[in-house]
């Protein structure tokens, strides 16, 4: 019992001694950063000082802005010191800081006046947009657009004369059999090394992306039915939507698929692939035999070592188990013999096109059953 | 606490911006962000959920918020709108089709309460892709002209490339700067 009491005054004691210690502490830690801050506050009023005409006005900037850094610097450890210092060194020490800034601004117009006036001019720039946008927003708008604008123009100008030598787009056909290449040769227009492709409301169609003589850049899908399209790898991403029953062949960075349903993906991609809105798609890893296909990886800088095919995000389905919407496609069903007229990436001559769309049922047929399978 | 302290408190918080990153899936946002950031941007999967990155641009420190843009996601985006300075919209400038839901949404968008006041910049973005529309296209097709609730200004740029990120940049933290030195 009395040993108890003695051991409580004892703790009570250490308590109080600790609690002193601390109130020192923060004292001596006080004082011990208005020393300090001192003694920098005064490196950095010598240098202001010093700070003379004979420079040059840009190595003056140049002073101007590295003492300014220190002072934002010494604020920035004020700021982290106030947990410990009193209010009025707190308020003194604030204080000290601004008149540094002053003083530093008014040696800076002084020595520099040429920094001074483009400052100055920057904001009534600014400004004089600001009271524009205020009053006839449309007439500043303009000139925003207008101005920023201008800085890309110049780089791309050449690619935006005419969209359509730079995008292919195969819209609306039924039972046909598109290439890339016969499209490059009936439009010889098209010049460009990489192009973008758009395909859209196709229905019993096979497409054959695939070609030595260019690249892709970016592919968007809608509206799909029972076709099947083949692609080499792609410079950045691919976008479908609203498919059905379809094949698609494909290398890129980046995949999603929504709102479709019945489809096989035959998949080469660098990030996690998602799909929203699906139900019933098959995954399997790029296996296709096209020539050429590790020049036209390294071409489109996509790495043939890393594909993420098996990683799919379901955006509807935010649970520890696996979705329901997707799966692998099973070993046994993956496609090994591709049909020959699938990977041709040759020329195709107008003539022999009603040949090749009647073989393309044959081909689409024979793909779409291993779907339905 | 004195008023000064308060002041400096308050300057101190002004020092600092929120920016809102939106636009459909597909449109670049990550990318732009982790750009900005310096940080690699090859293997980029889409947003599930949101990114937060803090950057230092011209003496601000931006908190900006990136969040993903799939349909099914794009109901989280309210969540972020608390106290947001300024908004941009990223568009994936080759993606023709979808111009009209972009409109759509970013229409939407301007509509709510508290982005009011927030500036908007436009990120037309992808211009390194052949078949990217160009910002005055982009500024047709978001029917931009019509909007009259909030400060705007739209960037044709590449976040593949970097070209022209740190132009837009420097307009929306300079809009945002130039009301809160109205404060001053």
Redesign the interface.
Known sequence: MILGYVNYLFVTRLEKEEKEKLKLDTKEAAAQFWQKFQVERGAITNDIALLSNTTSTSVITKECDKILERINNLEKKLTEATIYLPSYDQRQLSLQIKSMIDELNIRRTLLAPKQKFSFKSRKVATSNDESKKLTTKSESKSTTTTTTSTTISSSSLDSHNDPNLRVITLHNRQKAFLTVNSYLSSSSSISAKMIDVQLSDLTHCVVNLVSKRIFIGAIHVKGLKNSVVVVGPVGSSVLIHDCERCVFVVGCHQFRIHTSKQMIIYLHVTSHPIIEDCHDIQFAPYTIPIDGLDKMFEVIKLDPNLNHYDKVDDFNWHRQQASPNWKLLPEEKILKEWPNKLLDDDEMSPDNNNNNENLSEEIIDHLLAEILK | ??L??IL?KIR?REKEIRLLVLGL??AGKTTILKRLNGEPI?????T?GFNIETLEHNGYKLHVFDVGG????RSYWRNYFEQTDGVIWVVDS?????IGDCSKELHALLQEERLAGASLLVFAN???????????EI?KGLQ??EI?TH???????SA?TG??LL??MD?IV?DIA?RIYLLD
Request: charged share 25%.
């Open positions: 606490m004195g000064l302290s400096r101190q899936d597909n090859d293997k980029l999967s889409p599930l799939q349909k099914s996601i080759a993606d023709r089709m979808r992808k211009q390194d892709l052949p078949g990217a529309l160009t910002d005055q500024r931009l002209d009259v400060h705007w200004a739209i960037q044709a740029c593949v070209e022209n132009v837009g307009w300079g130039s």
